[in-house]
């Protein structure tokens, strides 16, 4: 597996997942609307394809991972992804990374927790916000779970 910087050959393909699995490119965390579209990121490469992508901000000296995406479990796609972004951030002289998922999403919740991100907030009610930004969310999410609230996690890093 190798992972490069997204560049304009392979914005595409990952704007494309975008829209298909998440209506993109617009996504929403914390009430703020992003064009994903537009954001930096990484890819993964497996056997010269796309298995996966992330996409982060930076903004007040901390970087938000926007958009993250494997499309092949328990090897380590994610993890590389989300070292190359800390890299990142440590660079920028970042304070924190953090990233949201929605209530529905249980295996990147647990997956973000072995990571070793931390539990900052969980944002009670913020589907009444999303859907006034983005309306065509669906009311249910993964195995049927009502999509209602953010689940808000972040990695302190050191100066």
Known sequence: MN?????????????QFIKNEWGGPMIVTLG??????????FIALGNEQI????????????CEIAALYS?????GVGTALINAVIEIAK?????RVWLVTTNDNTHAIRFYQKFGFALKAVHIGSFEIIRRLKNEL??????????????????????
């Open 3 to 15: 992972i490069i910087s997204l560049n304009d050959e392979n914005r595409n393909e990952v704007d």
């Open 32 to 41: 703020n609307l992003y064009d994903s579209s537009v954001l930096p990121g």
């Open 51 to 62: 298995i996966g992508a992330i996409l982060y901000r930076i903004a007040d000296n901390e």
């Open 71 to 75: 499309l092949v479990q328990n090897r």
């Open 91 to 95: 660079k920028q002289s970042c304070e």
């Open 138 to 159: 669906p009311t249910n999410g993964i195995d049927g779970i009502p999509l209602e609230h953010e689940f808000e996690f972040e990695i302190m890093l050191k100066p």
